[in-house]
């Protein structure tokens, strides 16, 4: 028996949803209101649970001929380059209460700009370092002086 | 009602407001002219801006971006033969082989009027059908709120291409992540593990940027640095030839019944929840092709097709407007946003809103109306710059906006939670595209969440009695077309079962 990519993620959502149904009935109930707290989820779950489970089900029912063409024809996809952008954005926002706005914002830009499309003419290296410093600066001018939101200031740094 | 717009209309006319609604109207035309920004990225770009600012001056510049966007989409459509924005991807068809054929000026130019003028239309239908919708809406109890909502997810998950199942789980996960923190009756906390963290529950705009600004940039970026260099055709840096502007506007009222017929096209679609402007654009397109007596010449650069995508597709936004004016329910994810903003503001959206706040309300009517001739202008100075535009690359784009995205959640409460809900949407909304989860069901099912919950509750506790549902005749007819809907779409999946289609995620 194989399973599909719409299989795995049926099961996935139906395993999801269960743990959650259990919980929502487990949930306390309140003595003025009719239902509880726990009756307006238990509704959306049983709904989600049925439907990954039909989601299993018509995976399973499917040949898996059929996809297998599909995937041939499948346009071809970058997907490093998406998996070392997360990476980059999930560093900025870690790194973005420790070094603050201005310095992590100036570091994000570049490295991404970077890592998307590899500058090799020193006028690419300069509309790259422009674009950094431009972007943090247009930013952190307009939101601070004008707006009035204050943007986070680094733990490390204290700028 | 006349004075109250006059008013509106005169209000919106000083510089406060006008500045952001010039503003966001610039902004919404570069955004929309840019192939890989939406006008729902746009528009996430622009909110943080308005947090400080007004109310009206914030939604001003938010309708600005709406319409700007739904008009800046077609120049990359003319010149590079693919969309700017998803809203103008039927004046594709027609408008870059009439720029093919040496004609970008005429091409472009169709277009630009075409939304003029099918977007002015769009807002005679604002104005004046506005508040009779709601008084409908006023009538509603939490049974008739409860059936609507319910039939407007039913369609949404009806309308995916893809799977019809897929749609609902979707659905079902947006309403999912509304449930997590303290119900809205009792308080009690649900579905949070005990974490600080999800203790005040997922707030609406960090989910909402993290699903369609982050999992659209991801999915931008797998196919980055691998069509470049291949047989791309373009045009940009083409210059325009000489055109006569009266003999374009000539053009487009020699068919006036096309013209109101794409406008009624996007503003019925604008009206149906979460269904935005791509849908109106084809159907427009398809529709006047039906109509036309020279339905051959469609695809070849007639302009016939470029008039039926652009005129429906500003139109597209004054039936947004309509919707989340008289129901308070967002008719797509820019009026989302925008109704997210409102929150942030403390007005209460919903049947109530043009009557409670007038003075608002005909302000967003004033603001929808000015911001054509601010797009026109834009337009007319500045159309060298924008056939340059469209040629920036996502490489240096793609940063800029994630940037944006961040400080928009920071800025909403200037904690750094906001962001870290940001980032964990982001990656579950890329995953749910790779998975061929459709989006819209989801934001759908996210922005009315909370409201199916209180109406059913308030049902309930109004009177226990679930039959009501479906006795009371105005809930009754909303459930029965919600299971029509439902039934008809898997009569057609029944039908095209074995038409397999790779179908790109409608952001």
Redesign the interface.
């Known amino acids: 028996m194989s399973m599909g990519?719409?299989g795995i993620?049926g099961l996935v959502?139906l395993a999801i949803?269960l743990v959650?149904l259990v919980?929502?009935f487990q949930?306390?109930s309140?003595p003025i209101?009719?239902?509880?707290?726990?009756?307006?989820?238990a509704i959306?779950?049983s709904?989600?649970a049925a439907?990954?489970a039909?989601?299993v089900l018509?995976d399973l029912a499917k040949g898996r001929a059929?996809s297998a063409v599909?995937a041939d024809e499948?346009?071809?996809?970058?997907?490093r380059?998406?998996v070392i952008?997360?990476v980059i954005?999930?560093a900025?926002?870690a790194l973005?209460?420790l070094l603050g706005f201005r310095v992590a914002?100036v570091l994000?830009?570049a490295v991404?700009?970077a890592a998307?499309?590899q500058p090799r003419t020193a006028r690419q290296w300069a509309?790259l370092a422009a674009?950094?410093v431009g972007?943090?600066a247009v930013?952190y001018f307009?939101?601070e002086r004008?707006?009035?939101?204050?943007?986070?200031r680094g733990a490390w740094t204290g700028f | 009602m006349l004075d109250l717009l006059w008013h509106g209309l005169v209000n919106i006319a000083q510089w406060k407001y006008m500045l952001p609604l010039f503003a966001g109207t610039f902004i919404g035309v570069i955004g929309g002219s840019l192939p890989g920004v939406t006008i729902t990225m746009t528009v996430i770009v622009v909110l943080p801006f308005t947090y400080g600012l007004d109310p009206l001056a914030g939604l001003a510049a938010m309708t600005g971006v709406y319409v700007g966007g739904s008009t800046g989409g077609l120049i990359a459509c003319c010149l590079l033969g693919i969309p700017g924005s998803p809203a103008s991807i039927a004046t594709t068809f027609d408008g870059f082989p009439m720029s093919r054929n040496g004609e970008p000026g005429r091409a472009i130019w169709l277009g630009v009027w075409a939304s003029v003028w099918g977007g002015l239309l769009g807002a005679l239908f604002l104005v004046f059908l506005t508040g009779p919708l709601a008084a409908i809406a006023l009538e509603f109890g939490p049974w008739e709120y409860f059936s609507l909502f319910v039939l407007a997810m039913a369609m949404v998950a009806g309308l995916t291409e893809s799977s019809l199942l897929k749609g609902l789980i979707s659905t079902a996960i947006g309403l999912l992540i509304t449930v997590v923190g303290h119900d809205p009756i009792g308080s009690v906390p649900r579905f949070t593990f005990g974490s600080e963290f999800i203790g005040g529950g997922f707030p609406f705009l960090p989910v909402l940027i993290g699903i369609f600004a982050f999992a659209q940039i991801m999915t931008d970026l797998e196919k980055l640095n691998l069509t470049r260099g291949q047989t791309m055709e373009s045009l940009v840096g083409v210059k325009l030839e000489r055109f006569s502007h009266l003999k374009v506007n000539l053009e487009i009222f020699k068919q006036p019944f096309l013209l109101a017929w794409a406008t009624i096209v996007g503003l019925i679609i604008g009206i149906l929840p979460a269904i935005g402007g791509s849908a109106s654009s084809v159907m427009a397109y398809d529709q006047a092709k039906k109509f036309s007596k020279t339905p051959q010449l469609f695809g070849k650069g007639h302009p016939e097709g470029i008039i039926a995508s652009e005129a429906s597709n500003n139109a597209n936004v004054s039936g947004s407007l309509m919707t989340i004016m008289a129901f308070g329910i967002p008719g797509d994810a820019v009026t989302a946003v925008m109704l997210g903003a409102m929150t942030i503001h403390g007005i209460q959206s919903g049947p109530l809103f043009i009557s409670q706040n007038p003075d608002l309300a005909y302000g967003i009517y004033a603001a929808y109306i000015l911001a054509h001739p601010c797009m026109l202008l834009i337009c007319v100075v500045l159309m060298p710059l924008m056939l340059r535009v469209t040629s920036v690359r996502m490489a240096v784009l793609a940063p800029v906006v994630l940037v944006l995205c961040v400080v928009g959640a920071y800025a909403l409460n200037n904690t750094m939670q906001s962001v870290y809900v940001l980032l964990l949407f982001g990656v579950i909304g890329y995953v749910l595209v790779k998975l061929g989860f459709p989006l819209a069901p989801l934001i759908l099912g996210l922005i009315l969440g909370d409201q199916i919950e209180i109406n059913l509750v308030r049902a309930i506790m109004t009177d226990p009695d679930p039959l009501l549902f479906l006795t009371r005749p105005i809930s009754g007819v909303l459930l029965l077309a919600a299971v029509a809907s439902v039934g008809l779409a898997i009569w057609q999946h029944l039908r095209h079962q074995y038409r397999v289609v790779e179908e790109e995620p409608d952001f």
Request: charged share 5%; hydrophobic share 55%.
């Open positions: 990519r719409d993620a959502l949803s959650l919980q929502s949930l306390p309140l209101v009719p239902v509880g707290p726990g009756f307006y989820p959306v779950l709904f989600m439907a990954s039909l989601l018509q059929l599909g499948a346009p071809r996809r970058n997907y380059l998406v952008a997360f954005v999930g900025y926002v973005l209460p914002t994000f830009v991404l700009q998307l499309g509309v674009v950094a972007t943090t930013s307009i939101f004008y707006l009035l939101v204050l943007l986070p």
